[in-house]
């Protein structure tokens, strides 16, 4: 059984949810990400999903963009991030999928490499699945095709802009998790979360069974805590991301402590009763 089927099941039947936070792969370099990776597994990061650093990201926020850009300067490469990678998951927690990788990646990438050359190789360095953020469902079916024959997971995005007829088509197309945009437009921090959000999760999970995970602009508990209810799981990117910023000016150790820090806050209030 894929590893992230095998989490969601172990979640449920605990009555718990999952916290998801992302890394931008290479910022500031290969062995800080390697640092975060268990960081991130030490502060009860569920699933963890590695960004693939790319030129032009699509629904990215300035400070995503500014990682991909820092790492990409460096001279970064895809088959760097699967040696690390590789190298991570073959290491507790992570060994046997206890904690599933995930790789959020442009479809240009994918495509530049070949799909069946790119799935064989994540395979190899034990991702899980695929976030292909920019690939529409309504052009996905090789892809998709080529993961299900390996049980290897495409995780697609739904908006709230998707209309509702849409939003069931990618459902019925995902497999994993599906992963729930929380605003309209592009990753970053927000003050607050839409109102009309925990209704919008709700409807969704009457159209599927696949595990709901909400990401873009959370990065407080107060607003984990406003979607444990509703959600399957809690995806943070920018909140974490953004402490990156300070490398070659504090010391790597004390990045990789400040944002494991800001992880323990948010998976103690995913964990925390009402």
């Known amino acids: 059984m894929n590893a992230i089927d095998s989490l969601f099941q172990r979640l449920r039947s605990h009555g718990q949810k999952a916290f998801m936070p992302f ?16 960081e991130l597994a030490g502060r009860g ?20 963009q500014a990682s991909y850009t820092r790492a990409l300067a460096n001279g970064l490469r895809i088959d760097d991030i699967f040696r690390i990678i590789s190298r991570c998951a073959g290491s507790k927690p992570f060994a046997g999928g206890q904690v599933p990788l995930v790789a959020m990646v442009s479809y240009a990438l994918v495509q530049r490499r070949g799909g069946e050359a790119f799935v064989t190789q994540a395979q190899a360095a034990d991702l899980s699945g695929a976030i ?16 299900a024959a390996r ?13 509702r007829e849409r939003a069931v088509r990618i459902a ?16 970053g921090e927000r003050d607050q979360l839409p109102p009309a959000l925990v209704e919008q999760v709700r409807w969704l999970r009457g159209q599927t069974d696949l595990p709901i ?19 399957d799981g809690i995806i943070v ?3 974490l991301v953004r402490h990156l910023e300070q490398a070659g000016v504090r010391p790597r150790e004390q990045i990789v402590r400040d944002i ?12 925390s009763e009402k």
């Open 23 to 38: 890394l931008t792969a290479g910022d500031p370099d290969l062995e800080t990400t390697a640092l975060l990776l268990h």
């Open 45 to 64: 990061a569920s699933l963890i999903e590695v960004g693939f650093p790319y030129s032009d990201p699509i629904a990215d926020g300035p400070v995503i």
């Open 132 to 147: 292909v953020p920019d690939l529409p469902v309504e052009e996905a079916s090789e892809l998709a095709a080529l993961a």
């Open 151 to 163: 049980d290897f997971k495409l995780i697609q995005l739904i908006t709230p802009t998707t209309p």
């Open 172 to 187: 019925k197309a995902t497999t994993g998790f599906l992963y729930y945009v929380s605003v309209a437009g592009i990753t």
């Open 213 to 231: 995970c909400v990401g873009f602009g959370i990065s407080k508990p107060e607003q984990v805590r406003l979607l444990r209810d509703v959600a």
């Open 237 to 239: 990117g920018s909140a």
């Open 260 to 271: 494991g820090a800001h992880a323990a806050l948010l998976t103690e209030a995913l964990a």
